[in-house]
Nanobody
Framework: QVQLVESGGGWVQAGGSLRLSCAAS????????MGWFRQASGKEREFVAGVTWSGRSTYYADSVKGRFAISRDIAKNTVYLHMNSLKPEDTAVYYC????????????????WGQGTQVTVSS
């Protein structure tokens, strides 16, 4: 069993930055690939970024490439999403998720989910 707790969401003006954190706990948490997803009101959940269990490979949705960066601190069992140049269309609830069988952009393939953290970007 893996427990995930997100933090760091909030309100920011367009062009600003936020850093989301996802603290993982559980005996095998460090062996899971991790992903960040988001869901805006009335829209489907979408992939934002992913990182392999080792942290060596990262993946991004086209909409956030060059603006967001995912990283993980294995010693702290924590994954981060650094978000820069935020836009109003980035407004959503952001979720972190863990997958035992490697990275994937498909949310249905993830095994564990956090409770989500709201990010609101005003124009």
């Amino acid at each position: 069993q893996v427990q995930l707790v997100e933090s760091g969401g909030g309100w920011v003006q367009a062009g600003g930055s936020l850093r989301l954190s996802c603290a993982a706990s559980g005996r095998t948490a460090s062996s899971y690939a991790m992903g960040w997803f988001r869901q805006a009101s009335g829209k489907e959940r979408e992939f934002v970024a992913g990182v392999t269990w080792s942290g060596r490979s990262t993946y991004y949705a086209d909409s956030v490439k060059g603006r967001f960066a995912i990283s993980r601190d294995i010693a702290k069992n924590t994954v981060y999403l650094h978000m820069n140049s935020l836009k109003p269309e980035d407004t959503a609830v952001y979720y972190c998720a863990a997958r035992a069988r490697g990275s994937s952009p498909h949310w249905v393939e993830y095994d564990y989910w956090g409770q989500g953290t709201q990010v609101t970007v005003s124009s």
